[in-house]
């Protein structure tokens, strides 16, 4: 990755960034030290990238758990509640997890 100069960035530049230190586990000097970059610049993308992370869980979290729905299956429930009372049935469904089937009686001609 090389540098861009006027601190211009492409998002992809600052993607590749922040996996140097959340996927490869490289210390945010090193990452600096590589592509010659401010440690806080590197700290602020991964800051901005753990902040929408923790954005989307939280509404993740509020969406199948606080938000109740009116949807064919959920009847005013909350999607975890639908599912939490109906984990058995789809226990029960799940053809991977059934008895195999008997073979077909021959037939006599």
Same mark, same amino acid.
């Given at each position: 990755?090389?540098?861009? *100069? =006027?601190? &211009?960035?492409t998002?992809? +530049? &600052?993607?590749?960034? !922040?996996?140097l230190?959340?996927e490869?586990?490289?210390?945010? *000097?090193?990452? #600096?030290? &590589?592509l010659?970059? *401010?440690? #806080?610049?590197?700290m =602020?993308?991964?800051? #901005?990238?753990?902040?929408? @992370?923790?954005? !989307?869980?939280?509404? !993740?979290?509020d969406y =199948?758990?606080?938000r109740?729905? #009116?949807?064919?299956y ?6 975890? @509640? ?11 469904? %799940?053809? =991977? %997890?059934?008895?195999?089937? *008997?073979?077909? +009686?021959?037939? !006599?001609?």
């Amino acid at each position: 990755m090389e540098r861009i *100069p =006027n601190g &211009r960035y492409t998002k992809k +530049f &600052r993607e590749e960034a !922040v996996k140097l230190v959340t996927e490869d586990r490289l210390s945010v *000097p090193e990452v #600096s030290r &590589r592509l010659d970059l *401010p440690k #806080s610049t590197i700290m =602020n993308w991964a800051r #901005s990238l753990d902040e929408l @992370q923790e954005d !989307v869980g939280r509404w !993740v979290m509020d969406y =199948n758990t606080e938000r109740t729905h #009116s949807g064919k299956y959920c009847y005013g429930k909350t999607p975890m @509640q639908a599912f939490m009372e109906n984990k058995k049935l789809a226990l029960e469904k %799940q053809l =991977n %997890q059934t008895e195999p089937t *008997p073979a077909p +009686f021959a037939r !006599v001609t």
